[in-house]
C-alpha cells in the first residue's frame, strides 16, 4: 500500500513559476513508476508527466513540454513538479499517481495510487 500527500499548489501569475511536491509512505517507493495528472473544472483527467522508477526516462504531454520538469528523490521517497512560464490553461487540482509496475504510462488507469490533489491557480 501507498499512500502519496502532494503539496505546493496555490495561487501565481501568468509567466510565474510553483514546484508541486509529492510524498510517499512505504518502503518500495524506488520501485514505483510516478505520475502527475491534473483535471480542471468541468474535463477529464489528463496526464501532465511521468517518471520511472529509476528517474532514467520521463515523459510529458505536448502542452507541457519545455515548461515542466518532473524529478524524484527516492531517498526522500518524493516526486517533484517544477513548473514553470505558468499560463491560465495550466489552472487545475494536480494529482500525483503511484504505478507498481514501474514504468507508468499516459492512462490514468495505468496508476493504482492516487493522492487527494493540490490546487494550481494562474491568474492576475
Known amino acids: 500500500q501507498v499512500q502519496l500527500v502532494e503539496s505546493g499548489g496555490g495561487l501565481v501569475q501568468p509567466g510565474g513559476s510553483l514546484r508541486l511536491s509529492c510524498a510517499a509512505s512505504?518502503?518500495?517507493?524506488?520501485?514505483?513508476?510516478m505520475g502527475w495528472f491534473r483535471q480542471a473544472p468541468g474535463k477529464e483527467r489528463e496526464f501532465v508527466a511521468a517518471?520511472?522508477?529509476?528517474?532514467?526516462?520521463?515523459y510529458y504531454a505536448d502542452s507541457v513540454k519545455g515548461r515542466f520538469t518532473i524529478s524524484r528523490d527516492n531517498a526522500k521517497n518524493t516526486v517533484y513538479l517544477q513548473m514553470n512560464s505558468l499560463k491560465p490553461e495550466d489552472t487545475a487540482v494536480y494529482y500525483c499517481?503511484?504505478?507498481?509496475?514501474?514504468?507508468?504510462?499516459?492512462?490514468?488507469?495505468?496508476?493504482?495510487?492516487w493522492g487527494q490533489g493540490t490546487q494550481v491557480t494562474v491568474s492576475s
Open positions: 512505504g518502503r518500495t517507493f524506488s520501485s514505483y513508476a
Open positions: 517518471i520511472r522508477w529509476s528517474g532514467g526516462r520521463t
Open positions: 499517481a503511484a504505478d507498481s509496475g514501474g514504468l507508468g504510462g499516459y492512462r490514468v488507469g495505468e496508476y493504482e495510487y
